[in-house]
């Protein structure tokens, strides 16, 4: 079972709407939980981290933790075409220093 | 504020050869980190210091790497003899505070064994 999984897509919306990316970790054990944005070519930029169950809300960007079901997800709402790239989870490790990563979900807003 | 960089961003080597690649860190920050992706596959962990010193390497994945940080400043991770599957692209990031705070990533040198 791999440790951090995520949909590849790659997931489609149009301008305006909200995109939903979902990730799912195996380690039960796991606190802290983070959001990259990549864009072809470029450097992970860091967007959302979250530690708490529930929502955590930062301008269009809403990272969502539910510990019980080992599950993250990050919405965007109002959806730019400038927010097309590929959204990476990760999850610390236990000693909470290295990152652990899915493969990422790709997303494309179409204007 | 400079961010994370990286040197050089394409490598292009022979199985067998030798490459260094560089990473400075943004200016302050103790912790630095390699992270390497190959094609099709997640970014994964390679190793972690603090300051100098090696605080885990834990994702290394043979005696052919080797990881070296002088004075806690820039960090060179050299690989020797290069196999194929070394081909990735490797990333250095590095955070100020050690434990699950944000980590800021450079842009990667891209590495093509032939």
């Known amino acids: 079972q791999k440790e951090v999984e995520q949909n590849s897509g790659p997931l489609s919306v149009p301008e305006g709407a909200i995109a939903s990316l979902n990730c799912t970790y195996s380690?039960?054990?796991?606190?802290?939980f983070f959001w990259y944005r990549q864009y072809s070519g470029k450097s992970p930029e860091l967007i959302m981290f979250?530690?708490?169950?529930g929502d955590k809300e930062d301008g269009r960007f809403t990272a969502q933790l539910n510990k019980a079901s080992q599950y993250v997800s990050l919405l965007i709402r109002d959806s730019q075409p400038s927010d097309s790239a590929t959204y990476l989870c990760?999850?610390?490790?236990?000693?909470?220093?290295?990152?652990?990563f899915g493969k990422g979900t790709t997303l494309s807003v179409s204007s | 504020e400079a961010g994370v960089t990286q040197f050089p961003s394409h490598s292009v080597i022979e199985k067998g050869q030798t490459v260094t690649l560089r990473c400075d860190p943004i200016?302050?920050?103790?912790?630095l980190y390699w992270y390497r992706r190959v094609m099709g596959k997640e970014i994964k962990f390679l190793l972690h210091?603090?300051?100098?010193?090696?605080?885990?390497e834990s994702g290394m994945p043979n005696n052919r790497f080797l990881a070296e940080r002088t004075g806690g400043t820039y960090s060179t991770l050299k690989v020797q003899p290069a196999e194929l599957e070394d081909s990735g692209v490797y990333f250095c990031?590095?955070?100020?505070?050690?434990?699950?705070?944000?980590?800021?990533f450079g842009p990667g040198t891209r590495l093509t064994v032939t």
């Open positions: 990760a999850v610390a490790n236990q000693a909470g220093t290295a990152l652990i």
């Open positions: 210091f603090v300051k100098e010193s090696k605080q885990d």
């Open positions: 380690d039960r054990g796991s606190q802290s």
């Open positions: 990031a590095s955070s100020q505070v050690t434990g699950p705070y944000e980590q800021y």
């Open positions: 979250i530690y708490s169950n």
């Open positions: 200016s302050g920050h103790d912790n």
